[in-house]
Nanobody, 122 residues
Framework: QIHLEESGGGSVQSGGSLKLSCAAQIFSNYCFGWFRQAPGKEREGVASIDSDGSTSYVDSVKGRFTISQDNAKTTLYLQMTSLEPEDTAMYYC??????????????????WGQGTQVTVSS
């Protein structure tokens, strides 16, 4: 069983930054993803990274968010900059394993964290 635990959420003003972390220990054949769900909206994929370090982003966060892992591959990060009120949501870390390609298709992910709240005020 793989346990994922997010941290780093909080409240910031528009234009601010936050860095989310997710403790996760999977060392090969995986795709990690960050997803978010705003009140009254469906959950959407934000960014993903595979075991080769390749990344992908949803258009709305390109150039503002960066997904990464530490060298030991025990922690997943989502650096968020230039935050906007539209980024307000519960953010979830998820893992798809075994998997050997990038995806933001939620049904591919078989492990999920509990979520961390991000609130951006104008």
């Amino acid at each position: 069983q793989i346990h994922l635990e997010e941290s780093g959420g909080g409240s910031v003003q528009s234009g601010g930054s936050l860095k989310l972390s997710c403790a996760a220990q999977i060392f090969s054949n995986y795709c990690f993803g960050w997803f978010r769900q705003a009140p009254g909206k469906e959950r959407e994929g934000v960014a993903s990274i595979d075991s080769d370090g390749s990344t992908s982003y949803v258009d709305s966060v390109k150039g503002r968010f960066t997904i990464s892992q530490d060298n030991a591959k025990t922690t997943l990060y989502l650096q968020m900059t230039s935050l906007e009120p539209e980024d307000t949501a519960m953010y979830y870390c998820a893992a798809a394993t075994p998997l050997a390609f990038l995806t933001l298709v939620q049904s591919r992910y078989n492990y999920w964290g509990q979520g961390t709240q991000v609130t951006v005020s104008s």
